[in-house]
């Protein structure tokens, strides 16, 4: 398969300058606009293992150069503009990127694990001082979607779970950033059972406290509600 895309936005810089009496603030903004069609190829296979479902697949994104045009503003404190100048066109090289994954599923319950690797030490971002290096990615998770006959209600409920963990492309002073995260949730089926409750909870954790540098860590609880009934649906007696 292929999948097709469209990149287009700007990148904004802001500088604020005290002038030489250091009553008045000049403000300099440096907007980037850049747009890119982009494009990304996969292919699957899938195959019966032991009376259960294997699928594998592998993804690719080539290397992508984002055309942008710089424009710099000169502002005062009373955001009046006193120069507006347009630059050359420049270049944001994005790295390409690689992608494995596989499961093995049957009728209720998958596990799945994929493998993401970018080559962000080609990356090229002109004007930024920022270190970059090639960043991977594994993520693994399980699903189990209950039993529809079961004699209790326990036996209906669905859970799911996942972990994953990344070397980021980021580097800052000379220290890499990485981060990892853990989430688990339940779906509770409800009235005839077609209709469910998923509630599900996510860790994730960036960063480290070394070179006075930052850890961000965060909480998440998502609940959401599915209802399904039979409308619309034509029955047919005999």
């Given at each position: 398969?292929?999948?097709?895309?469209?990149?287009?936005?700007?990148?904004?810089?802001?500088?604020?300058?005290?002038?030489?009496?250091g009553?008045?603030?000049?403000?300099?903004?440096?907007?980037?606009?850049?747009?890119?069609?982009?494009?990304?190829?996969?292919?699957?296979?899938?195959?019966?293992?032991?009376?259960?479902?294997?699928?594998?697949?592998?993804?690719?994104?080539?290397?992508?150069?984002?055309?942008?045009?710089?424009?710099?503003?000169?502002?005062?404190?009373?955001?009046?503009?006193?120069?507006?100048?347009?630059?050359?066109?420049?270049?944001?090289?994005?790295?390409?990127?690689?992608?494995?994954?596989?499961?093995?599923?049957?009728?209720?319950?998958?596990?799945?694990?994929?493998?993401?690797?970018?080559?962000?030490?080609?990356?090229?971002?002109?004007?930024?001082s920022?270190?970059?290096?090639?960043?991977?990615?594994?993520?693994?998770?399980?699903?189990?979607?209950?039993?529809?006959?079961?004699?209790?209600?326990?036996?209906?409920?669905?859970?799911?779970?996942?972990?994953?963990?990344?070397?980021?492309?980021?580097?800052?002073?000379?220290?890499?950033?990485?981060?990892?995260?853990?989430?688990?949730?339940l779906?509770?089926?409800?009235?005839?059972?077609?209709?469910?409750?998923?509630?599900?909870?996510?860790?994730?954790?960036?960063?480290?406290?070394?070179?006075?540098?930052?850890?961000?860590?965060?909480?998440?609880?998502?609940?959401?509600?599915?209802?399904?009934?039979?409308?619309?649906?034509?029955?047919?007696?005999?």
């Amino acid at each position: 398969g292929v999948s097709l895309s469209y990149l287009f936005g700007t990148i904004d810089r802001d500088e604020s300058i005290l002038t030489g009496n250091g009553n008045d603030m000049l403000t300099l903004k440096h907007k980037t606009f850049g747009n890119r069609v982009n494009a990304d190829i996969g292919i699957q296979y899938k195959a019966k293992l032991f009376a259960k479902s294997l699928v594998a697949g592998l993804t690719y994104q080539g290397r992508m150069t984002l055309q942008g045009r710089n424009r710099y503003l000169l502002s005062d404190v009373n955001s009046d503009t006193l120069a507006d100048y347009r630059g050359d066109r420049t270049h944001y090289q994005l790295p390409e990127r690689f992608g494995a994954g596989i499961s093995l599923g049957s009728k209720r319950s998958i596990l799945a694990a994929d493998l993401t690797y970018a080559k962000w030490s080609d990356a090229r971002f002109p004007g930024e001082s920022i270190s970059f290096r090639d960043a991977w990615k594994m993520a693994i998770g399980y699903a189990w979607l209950g039993n529809e006959y079961a004699d209790s209600y326990f036996g209906i409920i669905g859970f799911r779970m996942g972990f994953y963990y990344q070397e980021h492309y980021l580097v800052v002073k000379k220290t890499p950033m990485n981060n990892w995260g853990a989430t688990a949730s339940l779906s509770l089926p409800v009235a005839d059972g077609r209709s469910r409750v998923n509630i599900a909870y996510t860790y994730d954790r960036m960063g480290t406290l070394e070179r006075n540098l930052i850890l961000h860590s965060a909480e998440k609880i998502h609940i959401d509600v599915i209802i399904q009934d039979v409308w619309g649906r034509r029955r047919r007696f005999e």
